[in-house]
């Protein structure tokens, strides 16, 4: 865990600067200078462009970290890894776009409704989903060499700056709302690069194509793997994506932006566990070669319990902040729909108390089924949604997301147990969620201070301090608690 846990920090940290100036865009600037309308637009193009994305990549993000180890060589040439890497998925994005083309007149009967602005900008998503598809690809090699840092800063700091300036340049009418669009789409390109020039600059990687030492076997299994995490991850995103598809197609524009303004103040809870998967990844996928159990074991432990204690820290710091958050929010409709909030966010609490879970059954032997589960997650996703929305709106999406996570996690913590005897549960995690329960109407009984910053620091410090020092007491996360120490221990020698 030394080598995961330094890393991550590191990521932790610029992860934590990229969910600020996220927030900056999402609750300052997007709702107070956009409309719903253009708000959900734009959700809608990334919830696409994802899809379209991860499709196109046929597999290629987990196989490169994956198949990496084989390939690699000390003339860093790698088999000519790099340049098979970006050949196959250009040739998925040639299919991918073709196919896109040729079923718009589908897409178009499925919008036109509701969402009609999103087909004046059906063809924006073919560079979209092309510039996208180059960052994630160029991420993931960067982290197959544990080169993680500059990838993460680009990808959580820089594209949130450069995301920031673009609606500056809005709010003071240099742009209109379409060249903004341009902008938006130009900027993934942009850091895509970045992270090209990081890695030829390394010198990890050449750009020679040698496919003399290449064995056969190897290429066809990384073929094969290929297929089955590309059927796993278009279903995964796909899953996870439906809501907003559907509710463009159902609903509106407007209701698509209100859901996912609370979507991605509810993915904050997904920062500790995106950084400690950029570094973890590579050690469990060694660890499964080594035939390890016991490394994977306390990893997937040790993940669970610190992505549950962060994780319901920034949970219930929301709820209790909501009266904050109103106070910065303009747009009425944003503000009467905080209950997608909580229920989208009890949905992402569920995914991430069980740890580093698809990552370790990614990476396994038995890694096709982790083809079946997201299957499993797409289906539900779709049947949940549809069912519920004309019931409910836009809020039988949110319910929809938690039931389709509940399922999915479900059938893979069943797997892994059965399969490996590998479960992350204790009574540590009930103890987390008996303390976000306490630190809960303790946050809520803390009389308003009329002065917001005030109240967000006094607020949110109190219920930080409780809870951290029952996880500290308690001995919930020894991870966190050697970290205390050695913070503790350097603040103290430099008052000495």
């Not at 073709?98 to 718009?104: K, T």
């Not at 510039?131 to 993460?152: D, H, P, Q």
């Not at 797409?378 to 509940?406: C, K």
């Not at 109190?462 to 809870?467: D, M």
Request: with cysteine; proline share 3%; charged share 15%.
């Amino acid at each position: 865990m030394g080598v995961v846990r330094n890393q991550a920090i590191k990521n932790s940290i610029y992860s934590y600067i990229g969910v600020g100036l996220g927030y900056l865009n999402l609750v300052l600037l997007f709702p107070n200078f956009f409309s719903t309308e253009q708000y959900g637009l734009i959700q809608l193009m990334i919830s696409v462009v994802e899809v379209y994305g991860i499709a196109s990549m046929l597999g290629l993000m987990n196989s490169v970290t994956k198949f990496f180890p084989f390939f690699k060589t000390d003339d860093k040439v790698h088999n000519g890894f790099l340049v098979y890497i970006f050949t196959i998925a250009f040739v998925g994005y040639s299919i991918l776009t073709i196919l896109y083309l040729v079923f718009r007149p589908l897409i178009i009967d499925a919008y036109i409704k509701n969402s009609s602005l999103f087909i004046d900008y059906f063809y924006f998503l073919i560079p979209f989903a092309l510039f996208t598809m180059m960052l994630n690809i160029l991420e993931t090699v960067a982290r197959a060499v544990y080169k993680t840092s500059l990838a993460t800063f680009t990808r959580e700091v820089g594209l949130r700056v450069l995301t920031t300036i673009g609606i500056v340049i809005y709010i003071f009418k240099i742009f209109d709302f379409r060249a903004f669009v341009i902008y938006y789409v130009c900027i993934y390109l942009v850091c895509a690069l970045i992270i090209l020039i990081q890695i030829i600059v390394s010198g990890e990687f050449s750009i020679r194509l040698s496919f003399k030492q290449i064995r056969k076997d190897k290429v066809l299994e990384m073929l094969k793997y290929g297929g089955f995490t590309l059927i796993s991850g278009a279903a995964m995103i796909t899953g996870v994506r439906i809501p907003g598809l559907m509710i463009g197609s159902m609903v509106g524009l407007s209701m698509v932006g209100v859901y996912y303004f609370y979507f991605y103040i509810a993915s904050i809870l997904y920062v500790p566990m995106r950084a400690l998967s950029r570094i973890s990844v590579p050690i469990i996928a060694t660890a499964w070669k080594e035939n390890k159990l016991e490394e994977i074991r306390d990893i997937y432990r040790r993940t669970s319990v610190i992505q549950l204690i962060i994780g319901s820290l920034l949970y219930v710091g929301i709820i209790i902040n909501k009266h904050n958050l109103f106070f910065f929010i303009k747009n009425p409709e944003y503000s009467v729909n905080f209950i997608f909030f909580m229920i989208i966010g009890l949905g992402v609490m569920i995914d991430i108390s069980v740890g580093l879970n698809s990552e370790i059954l990614v990476n396994s032997p038995d890694y096709r089924y982790d083809s079946f589960f997201n299957v499993m997650l797409l289906i539900v996703s779709v049947v949940s949604t549809y069912i519920l929305i004309p019931i409910s709106g836009g809020i039988g999406a949110a319910f929809g997301f938690v039931a389709s996570y509940f399922t999915f996690n479900f059938l893979k913590w069943l797997f892994l147990y059965r399969k490996y005897k590998l479960q992350p549960f204790d009574y540590k995690q009930l103890i987390v969620v008996v303390s976000a329960v306490l630190i809960y109407f303790v946050g809520n009984a803390i009389p308003v201070i009329n002065f917001v910053f005030l109240d967000i620091a006094v607020r949110s410090s109190i219920v930080t301090l409780i809870f951290g020092t029952l996880m500290l007491v308690l001995k919930v996360s020894p991870d966190l608690s050697e970290r205390f120490t050695v913070y503790k221990s350097v603040i103290i020698n430099r008052f000495k």
